[in-house]
């Protein structure tokens, strides 16, 4: 090596440990992503990662954590163990008591939440359960979809039902077992109610109340980390948006390499029809709804749920803690 190359090479290293970091410098930090399991939530992602968008971002290694429940997701998320998560209605709980910045939408979870029950244990309809327990996850998409279902047939879910707070597959094994008599779900938990519990019935899905109480899910980040990694988040966005105009224009196609790389499982069919029983919309409509207020409407929607209930008080309202603008910008829109 020439002396000039040395001193170089001697004067880069000395600035490195200036900085207080190894003389080898590291490569970047991976993206720590957690999500929840379902079609709703991780379509776009699995098909961004699996398609090359966010390598074409530039994005930096993306490591993978799954968790059952949404609460669970937050949790880690402000605890630091995750930098940014994509889950369903909790999207709505706790970034509205500061923790965590909502910035990306996923799609509104048009039939993914449904309640199910025993119709040999004296059940079979909404009315019918007055008096009676039901398993769920508080705080979730299956949770606030409960609420509706019942505040439409003249229930109060905190007063005319027991509501037993599970983790989601604890709720469904309840169920199947019969040690509860309902349990109010979402997809894909559907399958396994289907499959061991055969005369079980499907009442009704959130479907039916749309959109009056319609259910979004989405991407949230870490406060300090939605602080300082905004170029960042604007790559995830745009290798989502990428993924999520394929996923709209060649359903069959996209589903089929999911089912095929992250759902060997679950038979094709049946994750087509979790397919369907979310409502996407293309990148543009999407980014004009985030412009005039339409998923902030939503967004709160499901909030005042959290106050009805008594879940929180005084909660952030959709305009400070959900971010319309990162996916614009960063679409040049």
Excluded: C
Excluded at 186 to 210: E, G, H
Excluded at 280 to 299: A, H, N, Q, R, S
């Amino acid at each position: 090596m020439k002396r000039r190359d040395m001193l170089k090479a001697a004067g880069a290293a000395a600035a490195v440990s200036a900085l207080g970091l190894p003389s080898v410098v590291r490569a970047q930090a991976p993206l720590r992503v957690g999500y929840v399991n379902t079609l709703a939530v991780n379509a776009q992602m699995w098909l961004a990662e699996s398609l090359g968008y966010f390598k074409r971002e530039k994005l930096p290694n993306v490591q993978y954590t799954m968790f059952n429940t949404g609460p669970e997701l937050f949790q880690a998320l402000v605890g630091g163990s995750l930098d940014v998560l994509s889950t369903g209605a909790v999207l709505s709980n706790f970034p509205a008591r500061g923790q965590g910045k909502a910035f990306l939408i996923n799609s509104v979870e048009y039939a993914t939440a449904q309640l199910w029950v025993h119709p040999d244990m004296g059940i079979n309809s909404i009315a019918d359960l007055k008096g009676k327990t039901i398993a769920t996850t508080i705080g979730t998409t299956a949770h606030v979809f409960l609420h509706r279902a019942l505040g439409a047939n003249n229930l109060n879910s905190l007063k005319d039902v027991q509501v037993v707070n599970q983790r989601m597959p604890d709720a469904v094994t309840a169920f199947i077992s019969r040690a509860v008599p309902a349990v109010a779900l979402w997809v894909p938990f559907n399958l396994q109610v289907r499959s061991r519990a055969p005369n079980a019935k499907m009442l009704v899905d959130a479907s039916k109340y749309y959109p009056q109480a319609a259910i979004v899910g989405g991407w949230a980040a870490r406060n300090d980390f939605f602080e300082k990694q905004r170029p960042t988040l604007q790559s995830l966005a745009r290798a989502w948006s990428s993924a999520n105009e394929y996923l709209i224009s060649k359903p069959d196609e996209a589903v089929a390499l999911i089912q095929k790389e992250r759902f060997q499982g679950v038979p094709l069919a049946d994750l087509q029809e979790q397919y369907k029983a979310s409502k996407l919309f293309p990148t543009k409509e999407w980014i004009k709804m985030y412009k005039d207020g339409t998923v902030g409407k939503w967004l709160d929607q499901v909030t005042d749920f959290n106050v009805e209930i008594g879940a929180m008080r005084d909660p952030l309202k959709a305009a400070t803690y959900f971010d319309a603008t990162l996916l614009p910008q960063a679409m040049g829109a």
